[in-house]
């Protein structure tokens, strides 16, 4: 088991329990540990090169190295938000090498075509919080949602440059959006025709899911695409679709 819901109340202060301390355990919204499994799902990760891009805090770096990864990469534009990852992969005993992303996706030349799973936890307005932030809700415009989209597809094609035949790339926002989710998805689709679709059923498989949850998350996917909302799966929003390079 990977995954416990806290029900305590009022909720305890868990950053000062011991077991955090000590790396036994880290916290995380369902929807982002299962977004990290289903990347994962149906794939021999032992031997892999495996790439968070737009790592940000680390919390997807943390989902993956659960699953037993060869090789881990943790990429961003930013050094303040890479160095912020650093704790965290200490405390929990992680081994991954981070590297610091150009504007335009330079440092990562090295793995261009080489890598096995890469995950975009792309850049978005983070509706999928707005239950945690609904203030939020009042400051985003919709040209601000339209220039997000911009920049979601040309991360994902640099993203998919580095994801060898045969290897598999998650697409991920924590949106609500359709703008930001399955126009990014269908523009994405139409430029790319070396990667195909592989079903959310095909990465079910992955034994952190337990029966329930499975059939749970089966009647939410439509064919590669998953979204997930506070009022379907009492997780957070998120949407992830998932591909596979043909080789």
């Known amino acids: 088991m990977w995954g416990l819901r806290l029900a305590a109340e009022p909720p305890p202060n868990v950053q000062a329990l011991e077991g955090f301390k000590a790396g036994r355990f880290e916290i995380q919204d369902e929807g982002s540990q299962m977004v990290c499994w289903l990347s994962g799902g149906g794939l021999d990760l032992s031997g892999a090169v495996v790439v968070d891009y737009c790592a940000g805090g680390g919390g997807k770096t943390l989902g993956l190295a659960q699953q037993g990864v060869g090789t881990l990469i943790a990429a961003d534009i930013s050094m303040k938000r890479l160095d912020a990852i650093r704790p965290r992969l200490e405390r ?13 996706g330079e440092g990562v030349e090295d793995l261009v075509g080489g890598a096995d799973l890469v995950l975009v936890d792309a850049p978005c307005s983070g509706s999928g919080t707005w239950r945690r932030r609904p203030e939020d809700a009042w400051r985003l415009k919709a040209d601000e949602v339209e220039r997000l989209h911009k920049l979601q597809l040309a ?17 991920v926002t924590c949106s609500m959006l359709t703008g930001e989710n399955e126009k990014t ?62 080789g």
């Open 155 to 171: 991360i994902l094609g640099r993203a998919a440059a580095l994801v060898k035949p045969g290897g598999r790339l998650v697409y």
């Open 185 to 246: 998805a269908d523009a994405f689709e139409a430029a790319h025709q070396d990667f195909r679709p592989v079903a959310v059923g095909d990465a079910l498989g992955n034994p952190a899911f337990s029966d329930a949850a499975r059939e749970h998350l089966a009647r939410f996917a439509k064919g590669h695409r998953l979204r997930l909302s506070p009022a379907t799966s009492g997780t957070d929003g998120f949407f992830a679709a998932l591909y596979e390079r043909a």
């Open 92 to 104: 929990a005993g992680v081994d991954a090498e981070l590297r610091l992303l150009g504007a335009d």
